[in-house]
């Protein structure tokens, strides 16, 4: 029998190996029929010896085969004797984590012949779910908007939402998780986009800045998650302007705004380009088109290229 693991999700596919796995350790405790082999410099013949090798226990084996999809030699090899190893007594387990171009003749025939699962990125309320599962299994809640503000830093890369969540839980110990907690620990996942556009804007290089925005909406993020970000920079901003404005101390802006190191030393850089009335009429602005948005009066695309052209 073979099992096909693969998908842009590497955290979800890893923990599905890692549940295969343990189920098998569970009922056979030995664990001497656990055999891994992986990479490019995978021989075939010494996968189908393992394989074919009768178990001195008569245990059913499990070989686990991890990224060899870089194996063009191990895959022909693999095509020509495949029945053999789809009608086996042994599970093999093929894990693979990189980009699988799906015209592969290896892939085709896994699709084909295999118990195959693709773990695709998380979206939605599937990602909702998924986070507020995690947040129990520390006996941790969080409000609803600390949780959508957590969801649009992150996104679904569910490795950094782990850690993440780990840093929040430990920060919280027990109390509820609040909005202003994801500002202050989070670190958003577009923020290094984000904080090139606000240069681009604060440059006066609109056709840049719109550059910027336009390869964020090709890689598929949402306008009013652009939108947001957008607005929760200008509001950092804002922020660190009335601050500079009062003769604040760069050391004492950090724990006054209550943000993250890192966006503060970033965000004062940006905020020295804008006088405060600017900032104060570009946050305005945002407001104003995430209200056309969302009543319908503009399409979110044409809104987020009017804005930029505006500011």
């Known amino acids: 029998m073979i099992i ?4 842009q999700d590497t955290f979800l596919s890893h923990q599905k190996l890692k549940e295969i796995i ?3 350790k569970k009922i056979h405790k030995s664990g001497l029929n656990l055999r891994y082999f992986e990479g490019e410099n995978l021989n075939f013949q010494d996968f189908k010896n393992e394989v074919e090798t009768v178990s001195m226990f008569r245990e059913k084996k499990l070989v686990v085969l991890k990224d060899i999809f870089v194996n063009k030699d191990f895959q022909e090899e693999f095509l020509k004797q495949g029945e053999k190893f789809v009608n086996s007594e042994n ?3 093929i894990h693979e984590k990189k980009e699988i171009d799906k015209r592969n003749s290896f892939f085709k025939f896994l699709k084909k012949n295999s118990k195959s699962q693709e773990l695709g990125l998380l979206e939605g309320q599937k990602l909702k779910n998924w986070v507020k599962k995690e947040l129990g299994k520390y006996q941790e809640v969080a409000e609803p908007e600390a949780l959508d503000e957590l969801i649009n830093f992150v996104g679904s890369n569910l490795w950094q939402m782990e850690n993440e969540i ?3 839980t430990n920060y919280k110990n027990g109390q509820k998780i609040q ?3 994801i500002e202050l620990l989070v670190r958003p996942k577009i923020e290094t986009d984000i904080f090139k556009t606000i240069d681009a804007i604060s440059e006066k290089k609109k056709s840049q800045a719109l550059m910027l925005l336009h390869q964020h909406l090709e890689k598929g993020d949402a306008p009013l998650y652009l ?3 957008i607005n929760f920079q200008f ?3 804002l922020t660190i302007k009335e601050l500079i404005e009062k003769n604040t101390p760069y050391y004492k802006i950090i724990s006054k ?3 993250h190191p890192f966006i503060v030393k970033k965000s004062y850089q940006q905020a020295q380009r804008f006088t405060l009335q600017q900032l104060k009429k570009i946050y305005q602005k945002i407001f104003q088109v995430d209200y056309q948005i969302k009543t319908g009066k503009i399409e979110p695309e044409v809104a987020l290229d009017i804005l930029i052209t505006e500011v």
């Open 4 to 7: 096909f693991l693969y998908g």
């Open 22 to 24: 343990d189920h098998y």
């Open 91 to 93: 599970v093999i387990l």
């Open 166 to 168: 780990k840093k929040l």
């Open 179 to 181: 909005k202003e907690d």
């Open 227 to 229: 939108l947001a970000m």
């Open 235 to 237: 509001r950092n901003l």
């Open 257 to 259: 705004s209550k943000l």
